[in-house]
DNA sequence: AGTTGACTTGGAGTCAACTCCAAGTTGTAA
DNA sequence: TTACAACTTGGAGTTGACTCCAAGTCAACT
């Protein structure tokens, strides 16, 4: 598939599937006979997966550190992605913690101003902490 | 108090809290008989409010908006705050469902290079989705 | 009087992560 | 064949949020 397809099935922009490759985050993609990029299912996964890590407030730089642990040759390969991945898990787990704190922050402020706002009616749809 | 003891409390360099005051983020600071910035209480409320709204995903942008509504003058700005805060809120709410789900990524992987380090060993301390 | 050290300023530099551009090539369609 | 859109490249520019710097001021202490 096209670039053009690729980057509509991972909701990157095009630019941002070249930019990657270009700072190695993504490796050469494959050409057709006139040079132009074509990507298979793997790809998608792969950019998927960036996609997934970046979300998660993982760098760039150290999505690409990850990748570049070669599985098949290097024997600590496993236990160094091991390690990694624990460590953004953690880092993860108190970014949501901090993220809910902000989000109590927030409902409080809305229902305040929903007070001033409506008039003592119709404060139902109170929200809830997502899961 | 001087800058240096309100960064401690809250957290934000020197740096940040003059370029805040830069940007207009923040609003001139008194200053005493010397000319040096002096901070008292309801300052510091305001940069916390400042960086759970930042920790929040709001931009600096935002917040100065959110913040440049005057309540006593204008008889739109409770309810433009109320937008303001639901939208953020609603936001706030995909991301973090968005971290949740990359935490379920995570996690999965995280499982996956156990097996492969401890051989059918102690893979006993499971991580919880973070509440 | 001299030396710290904490502050002041305007402005420049940094960083990650894009985002855009101009100029050129290729494959298809009218 | 001529137009057109979809690609290609290297490199420059942008954005948000800082972060650092040089040169100067000020108050307190020895």
Do not use: W
Request: with cysteine; aromatic share 6%; glycine share 4%.
């Amino acid at each position: 598939m096209s670039i053009k397809q690729a980057a509509e099935k991972t909701g990157l922009t095009e630019d941002t599937i070249r930019y990657y490759e270009k700072i190695d985050l993504l490796p050469p993609a494959n050409r057709n006979s006139s040079g132009r990029r074509v990507y298979g299912e793997d790809d998608l996964e792969l950019m998927v997966f960036i996609t997934h890590m970046k979300s998660a407030g993982m760098s760039l730089e150290n999505i690409k550190y990850y990748l570049s642990l070669n599985l098949e040759e290097d024997p600590n390969a496993a236990s160094e992605r091991l390690a990694l991945l624990t460590a953004q898990k953690e880092q993860l787990e108190s970014n949501i913690a901090d993220l809910q704190a902000a989000y109590k922050v927030l409902e409080h402020k809305v229902e305040h101003y929903q007070e001033i706002c409506l008039p003592e009616k119709l404060r139902s749809k109170k929200g809830t902490v997502p899961q």
